[in-house]
């Protein structure tokens, strides 16, 4: 996993209460496409992309890189969380070199508000935490989006700045690693 510097990719599937995060796979495909093409979901994220477009783009297996876990409940896909360095071209960084693991996380409108995207999200949190013990990870999200600053919050990040970005004011925050006390 060259991107983050990791252990080699994929992982074992995760597994956590109710869900399972793993690797992408071909039976994923159309779940890619109706996240990318949902209007709920691009709401924040530039809108909704043309479907016909997306059919003719997506790959057979979709999303299968480094960071990336397809989130599943019961066997079907229900999300994705992804784990990227972030772009040093971008604004908002925690460390002078820039590069941060930033957390990002699609799932279907039929699954919010279960709880679900806190779920997963902190079990890839966790992983991340064992593979580089000490790392930062940061998020950015529109003010705008009170569901994602609220999981935001519920998952530890903190906020480090806010700025203009994508034409709408972004809340930058950071999850600074937990370290032993004593």
Same mark, same amino acid.
């Given at each position: &996993? *060259?991107? /983050?510097?990791? !252990?080699?990719?994929? #992982? @074992?599937?995760? $597994?956590?209460?109710?869900?399972?995060? $793993? *690797?992408?796979? !071909? $039976?994923?495909? *159309?779940? %890619?496409?109706?996240? %990318?093409?949902?209007?709920?979901?691009?709401?924040?994220?530039?809108?909704?992309?043309?479907?016909?477009?997306?059919?003719? =783009?997506?790959?057979?297996? #979709?999303?299968?890189?480094?960071? /990336?876990?397809?989130?599943? /409940?019961?066997?079907?896909?229900?999300?994705?969380?992804?784990?990227? $360095?972030?772009?040093?071209?971008?604004?908002?960084?925690?460390? #002078?070199? =820039?590069?941060? !693991?930033?957390?990002?996380?699609?799932?279907?409108?039929?699954?919010?508000?279960?709880?679900? @995207? +806190?779920? +997963?999200?902190?079990?890839?949190?966790?992983? %991340?935490?064992?593979?580089?013990?000490?790392? #930062?990870?940061?998020?950015?999200?529109?003010?705008?989006?009170?569901? =994602? &600053?609220?999981? *935001? @919050?519920?998952?530890?990040?903190?906020?480090?700045?806010?700025?203009?970005? %994508?034409? !709408?004011?972004?809340?930058?925050?950071?999850?600074?690693?937990?370290?032993?006390?004593?």
């Amino acid at each position: &996993m *060259a991107e /983050l510097g990791l !252990a080699p990719w994929p #992982p @074992a599937p995760i $597994r956590t209460e109710r869900l399972v995060l $793993r *690797a992408s796979e !071909a $039976r994923d495909r *159309a779940v %890619f496409i109706e996240l %990318f093409a949902s209007p709920e979901v691009g709401t924040y994220l530039g809108g909704p992309r043309p479907r016909d477009a997306l059919e003719r =783009a997506v790959p057979e297996v #979709p999303g299968r890189r480094p960071g /990336l876990f397809v989130t599943e /409940l019961d066997g079907e896909m229900i999300g994705m969380v992804t784990l990227d $360095r972030r772009d040093a071209e971008r604004p908002g960084h925690v460390r #002078p070199d =820039a590069g941060e !693991a930033e957390l990002g996380y699609l799932f279907l409108p039929e699954a919010w508000g279960r709880g679900y @995207a +806190a779920e +997963a999200c902190a079990a890839a949190l966790g992983w %991340f935490a064992g593979v580089l013990p000490g790392e #930062p990870v940061v998020l950015c999200t529109q003010t705008a989006n009170g569901r =994602a &600053m609220r999981l *935001a @919050a519920t998952l530890g990040f903190v906020e480090v700045e806010r700025f203009e970005e %994508f034409g !709408a004011e972004q809340w930058f925050g950071a999850r600074s690693p937990v370290t032993p006390s004593g």
